[in-house]
């Protein structure tokens, strides 16, 4: 069931193919998304502790508190990529 | 010894191709091998009327996960105090320091660490110590090879936190502990009535529902972050390394294989320490809000 979602086994059938560029389509905006989110997180870090550099301990933490969260986003829309190529 | 280190790492990360190689591959399936990876065959079966408990790989690797975290507790914290701190004592009081510190302290309110605070330390170590073996190559598969007439289970990499119902039982527990402590530290009536935010009386309708759902949400974010994280990390390696299957060309190794070890090694150094991290302190957090309602 899972088996054929991966390579090049898509191209030969036209719905598979689509399914294939919804999915692809979906994580792509999905990182784009968390791209920008992580790339926010860092440069706030960077002018923290370059304004405040005895705070970086403490910050740490949350950075990597919303690091993570930002993170996940992705994996949601690959989770939802996923689910809708196995079920639709 | 660093050399070695790489050498190895390399060869951990070719052998189990070698061996999926031998496979016959189909045309239409020849990408087939890296989900079957995700299919749970069962070992032992043990069946209780309707619920199946055989063993399987993911209960394999939970089974060791276990062992091993109960192992590092002990190794790294039954320290016999000597003169000076050994390296073993300092890691152990490292791991503590995080635990205590960067977890417990900054999501639960002081006059509830000394409960919870084993509760979440636990998760931590145990969702790291899980999330590590999913990245050693351990010889325990379902596929067989057989060296010198002996057959053994081939090395693969698996990690049981790739599997949805480990992680939804791990959100499940903080899920069912939020609201029971939530009802113990609050009562009933206070605890439900401290999730509606104050806001005008006709916005109420639509406001209650979607704080429930909201409530549900946190256990789907919980569990789907781990579990789509170490998923989506194995597949990124399987998927560099299966390339070389698939387009059937050796020399792609000289460039899919580094980047399978690039992957490889950002997810051991930094995914699996953060989302043990994470698990926990979102854990913490979401205890202590219910603790300490901010309403």
Known sequence: MLSSFFFLAAAEDGADAGKA?????????GSLGAGIGIGNIFGSMIQAVARQPELRGELTGIQWLGFALTEAVVFYGLIGGLLAYVLV | MKRLLSALLLAALVLPTSALAAEPATKEDKGAFISEEWELHEWVPIHLGPLNLSINKAVAYLLLGALCSCLIGIVLMRVKLGRGPTRRQ???????????VQVAEQ??????????????ATLMIFIWTVNMLGFIPLPLSDEKVTIAGVELPTLAIFAATSTLSVTLALALMTFVFTHVEGIRANGAWRYFKSWIP????VMLPLIIPLEILGQFMRLISLSVRL???MLAGHMLILTFVGLIIV????????VAVPAAALFYLFEVVIVVSIQAYIFAALSAIYIGS???PEH
């Open chain 1, 21 to 29: 560029i919804a999915l692809a389509l979906g994580i792509g905006l």
């Open chain 2, 90 to 100: 300092a890691v152990g009081e490292t791991i503590y320091e995080v635990a205590q």
């Open chain 2, 107 to 120: 999501g639960l309110p002081t006059k509830a660490i000394g409960r919870w605070f084993p509760y979440v």
């Open chain 2, 198 to 201: 104050e806001v005008p009386k």
């Open chain 2, 227 to 229: 579990y789509a994280n």
């Open chain 2, 247 to 254: 387009l059937e060309n050796v020399f792609l190794a000289i």
């Open chain 2, 290 to 292: 219910a603790i300490e």
